[in-house]
């Protein structure tokens, strides 16, 4: 093992987080290669810096003008689009997130967390937590309905071993005690949980109350013992449609919740900041009882994963966001007006299905937030019904693990919604009856 990783391994020796470490965990480091140098020779090289890859001339990056040119004249230097980006992202980006953080979860003030990393999306944010902190084997608790990626990613690619607990408890909302069961029941004293809210595919966040026994459950089952880490996955954070839901990340109230706990978010400027294609995500470690060395650490190996699997991240897309997010002329009043069109579909949908409020043949999740909503097919085949209405009307949704029909009613029109629900109970009646 190389000298870096041990250093990093016995830093963390003392912290909640080594016990979740995986082998690739424990052997990943940041070299002081060619990225720990170059990063050295910006600060001391004042005379020649012969250090990075990067053809230059008077300091500035060559570049194709066709490409340049269609940003607007003056708007950005070159080395702000052409240039790497360094190893844990635009240092500004990730002020400026961490700050944008703790204005949207003030449960966060005064809290111990590392400054975000930046991601090659939330994707990759998740997938390099599973190859850090989950070895094959694992248990990784996850309730039923979850995004299917996740299957991929710690299933197939950690070789993690799933524990599923129903998403929804017998009063209709979130089944906090059918996820403490299952983290008990997990095998081990390290166990590891995933959270998605607002969920996809049903689009349900908790309420307040009902996050309340959330957090209590699993500090209930970090008191007998086992270590936990929660690993929040926030990729819809702050489409929260009515009032009692919960507005802060679950990782608010985990980050200094126990001694146990490591929490872990994981969130992007995908949604929040509407660019889904510049692939640019956030990692965020934090527990009670981390020093400023544990996050050193983490932050070290994190570095190393991102080094060694896409070297660094999209640099136009963190420059053009940290544009927008320090001084953009429409940047307040362009994301209050997705808020409002969402709320407004999220509204249309919930008149739309409540219609069909006997059919029995397909059901409605409890849905409150997000871009999504789903059905349950009850035992039928959710891929049946999504052929059928691709072939038959041209209508394209989402087949869940067989069960599960999900519609992305963010990508459908207002004036469309209506129509669109009731296209999907009258196939479900013509297939079905």
């Known amino acids: 093992m190389n000298i870096l990783a041990e250093e990093l391994n016995r830093t963390l020796s003392d912290s909640v987080a080594y016990g979740f470490l995986s082998p690739l965990g424990k052997r990943m480091y940041f070299p002081k290669g060619i990225v720990a140098q170059s990063d050295e020779a910006k600060e001391k090289a004042k005379k020649y810096n012969a250090t990075v890859g990067l053809a230059t001339k008077n300091g500035e990056p060559f570049y194709l ?180 839901t919960e507005k802060e990340s679950l990782f608010s109230y985990f980050a200094d919740a126990h001694e146990n706990i490591f929490a872990i978010k994981g969130d992007a400027a995908t949604k929040e900041e509407m660019v889904w294609g510049f692939r640019v995500g956030f990692l965020t470690y934090a527990s009670r009882g981390f020093s400023d060395a544990h996050i050193d650490a983490l932050t070290k190996k994190t570095l190393g994963m991102i080094r060694c699997t896409v070297s660094n991240c999209d640099r136009p897309g963190q420059s053009l966001i940290v544009k927008a997010m320090q001084g953009g002329m429409h940047y307040n009043e362009d994301k209050a007006l997705l808020f409002s069109e969402m709320k407004k579909r999220y509204e249309i949908i919930h008149k739309a299905v409540s219609k069909h409020e006997n059919d029995t043949l397909i059901t409605p999740y409890s849905f409150n937030s997000g871009y999504f909503m789903a059905f349950d097919t009850h035992g039928r085949s959710a891929e049946e019904l999504r052929v059928y209405l691709l072939d038959k009307y041209q209508i394209g949704v989402i087949n869940i693990m067989g069960g599960t029909l999900r519609v992305a009613y963010c990508s459908v029109e207002p004036e469309a919604l209506e129509d669109l629900i009731d296209t999907i109970y009258k196939a479900a009646g013509e297939i079905w009856s």
């Open 65 to 244: 003008n066709d490409i340049y040119s269609e940003f607007r004249e003056g708007a950005f230097k070159p080395s702000q689009i052409f240039s790497y980006a360094p190893g844990g992202g635009d240092k500004t980006l990730r002020a400026l997130w961490r700050d944008s953080m703790l204005e949207k979860n003030p449960t966060l003030k005064g809290k111990k967390i590392s400054l975000p990393l930046v991601t090659g999306g939330l994707t990759h944010a998740i997938s390099m937590v599973a190859q850090l902190f989950v070895s094959e084997g694992d248990a990784i608790v996850c309730p039923d309905l979850f995004w299917d990626n996740y299957d991929l990613i710690f299933r197939d690619l950690v070789g993690a071993e799933p524990v599923l607990f129903p998403f929804y408890g017998e009063d209709g909302g979130f089944n906090a005690e059918g996820m403490k069961k299952a983290l008990l029941a997990a095998p081990g004293d390290h166990v590891r949980i995933i959270l998605n809210f607002p969920n996809n595919p049903t689009g349900y966040t908790p309420s307040v109350s009902e996050r309340e026994r959330i957090v209590e459950a699993v500090k209930t089952v970090a008191d007998t013992g086992k270590k936990i880490l929660v690993i929040s996955d926030d990729a819809y954070f702050g489409l929260f449609f009515e009032e009692g």
